[in-house]
């Protein structure tokens, strides 16, 4: 079993619709969550981090954070253009000393 | 200011050679941190620096793999005997704290071993 796991899509929304990427870990004794994107050829760029269970809102972005059920998801309001890229969920493990990644959720916002 | 840098940004090795691919972090940032993405995989994490100590390197794939860091800055990772498995971007990063928060990226070296 991965210590991450992501569907992989692709994922398609309309401009503006909600886009939700869903992610689960598999370490129930990880406490710190993080949503990267990164756009085709480029490196990844942190977007969010969340550490307590709940919502975690920035702007367009909401992390939400259930560790019960071991999930973590990443909702993009009035999703643009701009935003279609793979978008990784990873999480630090409970030894602190390594970090797993997803395999990331390719998103694409249609205009 | 300047961001992580790594060098070269693209190699070509021959099968059985090694190879040396160098990051520079961003300047004051106590931690540092390698991983490696293959065509179509996730990124895999490899070991991370907290100054010049590395604390796990059971990420690190296989013995041909070492990294170092010295004066607490430029980290150097050496694959030696390189196979065609080992072709990826590695990607290196920095942070200012220790613990894998607010990571930021270098740009990769692509690593093609023909």
């Known amino acids: 079993q991965k210590e991450v796991e992501q569907n992989s899509g692709p994922l398609s929304v309309p401009e503006g619709a909600i886009a939700s990427l869903n992610c689960t870990y598999s370490d129930r004794g990880s406490q710190s969550f993080f949503w990267y994107r990164q756009y085709s050829g480029k490196s990844p760029e942190l977007i969010m981090s969340i550490y307590s269970n709940g919502d975690k809102e920035d702007g367009r972005f909401t992390a939400q954070l259930n560790k019960a059920s071991q999930y973590v998801s990443l909702l993009i309001r009035d999703s643009q253009p701009s935003d279609s890229a793979t978008y990784l969920c990873?999480?630090?493990?409970?030894?602190?000393?390594?970090?797993?990644f997803g395999t990331g959720t390719s998103l694409t916002v249609i205009p | 200011g300047a961001g992580v840098s790594q060098s070269p940004s693209n190699k070509v090795t021959e099968k059985g050679k090694d190879v040396e691919l160098r990051c520079d972090p961003i300047?004051?940032?106590?931690?540092l941190y390698w991983y490696r993405q293959s065509l179509g995989q996730g990124l895999e994490f490899l070991i991370y620096?907290?100054?010049?100590?590395?604390?796990?390197k059971s990420g690190l794939p296989s013995d041909r793999f070492s990294a170092e860091r010295t004066g607490g800055s430029v980290s150097t990772l050496t694959i030696q005997r390189t196979q065609q498995e080992d072709s990826a971007v590695y990607l290196c990063?920095?942070?200012?704290?220790?613990?894998?928060?607010?990571?930021?990226f270098g740009p990769g070296t692509r690593l093609t071993v023909t």
């Open positions: 990063a920095s942070s200012p704290d220790r613990g894998f928060y607010e990571q930021y």
């Open positions: 620096f907290q100054g010049n100590s590395a604390p796990d």
């Open positions: 990873a999480v630090i493990s409970n030894t602190g000393n390594q970090f797993y």
């Open positions: 300047s004051g940032h106590t931690a």
